[in-house]
Structure formats: structure tokens, C-alpha cells
């Protein structure tokens, strides 16, 4: 399971702590390496797991491991929810998203907070939606994670999460792994003071259950109507289910 990959292989702490202080670290170039790693692609893909809740039109949201919440910026954008709250481990990532909200003046439609994924301080049936963007791989205990998602969610609510997976088909499966064993990390390590993250990032998607792994495991801790919808022959997943 993901939970035996961490950024840094020689530190003692935790797999929370050791990805709360790389997303500290890279905090400053995050959006840009997103974009540039990506040729930009990871916007459209935004789009598209948001667009799995127009029809739901959910009011009020809640942006899990929101990050610098260009997520939930899309979703503002293309749901006008009446607010959406953003919780994430990383402050050096809520100090960019409080930045761009602030320039965008959205205070009275989106706030973050600090907090852990898998211990949400909400109560029950509070969120009509929830939504993670390439976070969940990043979970410490990914079954508890999800299960505290059902618990915040209101009753018929739906859960929307994007994550990168692993592609099966040649020649894809060959020139991403290249990509993202190879290119990534020196890209990364250019341009970021943490090489350890984008090292971590190829290692993290390689561990995670993608697919039809993580639908089970979606529907195991109680979500009904699980999907999976593979993006670009499966470089990236958008996973739904329902409370």
C-alpha cells in the first residue's frame, strides 16, 4: 500500500509529517512545476472532475489536501457553490492558496484550514460534496482517509477524487514510466530545493491501489455507486462515488 512510501527514506518521522514538510518545501514552485511537468494538461483534467458535479450543483464543499486549491478554484468557477472549504496539512501551501484568494477576492466563498485529511474536524452529513486532487495517495492510512470522507459527506452526497494512475498500454506505459522515473525528477530538482518530492511523486503513484484497487476499496468503507474514469489511457483517474 501507499502508506510504505515516504519522501524522505532516512527520516524517522512519520509518512504525515515527512509529506507536510515537503509540500513546505516546495510550496514556492508547486503551481509551476504542476503546469510545467504536466504542458498544462492538469488544468483540463481539473475541469473534468469538476464537471462530474454540475449536475449535482452541490452548495456547499469540502476540498480535501486542497493544497495551493486550484481545485476548488475550478470549482468555483464552474459550480458557484455558496462556500468551499479547503483543509490541508501543509501551511506553506495554505499561505499561496490564502494569497490567491485574497487576489481573486473570493474570502466570503472559500477558506483553508489547517488540518489532517484523515481526522476532519466536522461533523457528520455537513458537505454535499467533497473533493480531493492528488492527494489521497499522499494519505498515511488511505482506508481511514476515505471512510472520514463518508462521514462528513451528507446523506446522498458525492465524493469526487482525482489521482494520477498507472497506464497499461504500450507505448504509453513505457514513455510515462520514462517520463517519471527520469524527466521528472530532474526537472524537478532544477527548479525546486526539495529533488526528495519528485522522486517521491513516481514512487507514491507506483504504490497506490489505482483503478479498479481503489474503487474496492471505496465501496469497502461504505460509498455506493463507485466509478473509475481513466483519463489519457490512464495517466490520470477520476474516481466518484455516492453516500
Not at 481526522?119 to 499522499?138: P, S
Not at 488511505?142 to 446522498?156: A, F, H, I, T, W
Not at 497506490?208 to 474514469?229: A, E, H, I, W, Y
Request: charged fraction near 25%; charge should be positive; aromatic fraction near 12%.
Amino acid at each position: 500500500m501507499s502508506k510504505n512510501v515516504t519522501p524522505y527514506r532516512d527520516s524517522k518521522a512519520t509518512k504525515k509529517e515527512q509529506v507536510a514538510e515537503m509540500f513546505n518545501n516546495i510550496s514556492g514552485t508547486y503551481d509551476f512545476l504542476n503546469h510545467f511537468l504536466s504542458l498544462g494538461i492538469d488544468v483540463v483534467w481539473r475541469k473534468m472532475a469538476i464537471r462530474e458535479l454540475e449536475k449535482d450543483r452541490p452548495k456547499y464543499i469540502l476540498d480535501v489536501a486542497t493544497g495551493t486549491g486550484d481545485f476548488a478554484f475550478e470549482a468555483i468557477r464552474i459550480l458557484k457553490p455558496e462556500k468551499i472549504i479547503g483543509v490541508d496539512i501543509s501551511q506553506g501551501m495554505l499561505s499561496i492558496a490564502n494569497e490567491k484568494i485574497l487576489k481573486k477576492k473570493l474570502q466570503n466563498t472559500f477558506e483553508v484550514s489547517l488540518g489532517d485529511s484523515e481526522k476532519l474536524l466536522f461533523d457528520d452529513d455537513q458537505f454535499d460534496a467533497v473533493t480531493v486532487a492528488y492527494g489521497v495517495r499522499n494519505f498515511e492510512d488511505l482506508e481511514q482517509g476515505l471512510s472520514d470522507m463518508l462521514r462528513v459527506l451528507k446523506p446522498k452526497g458525492k465524493v469526487v477524487i482525482l489521482e494520477f494512475s498507472k497506464p497499461r498500454v504500450f507505448p504509453v506505459k513505457q514513455a510515462y514510466n520514462f517520463y517519471f522515473k527520469y524527466i521528472t525528477p530532474s526537472i524537478g530538482k532544477l527548479f525546486s530545493k526539495d529533488s526528495s518530492a519528485y522522486t517521491y511523486l513516481p514512487e507514491s503513484v507506483a504504490a497506490f491501489p489505482d483503478g479498479k484497487d481503489f474503487s474496492q476499496l471505496m465501496s469497502k468503507v461504505g460509498f455506493q455507486n463507485t466509478k473509475c474514469r481513466p483519463l489519457a489511457f490512464g495517466i490520470c483517474s477520476i474516481y466518484t462515488g455516492i453516500k
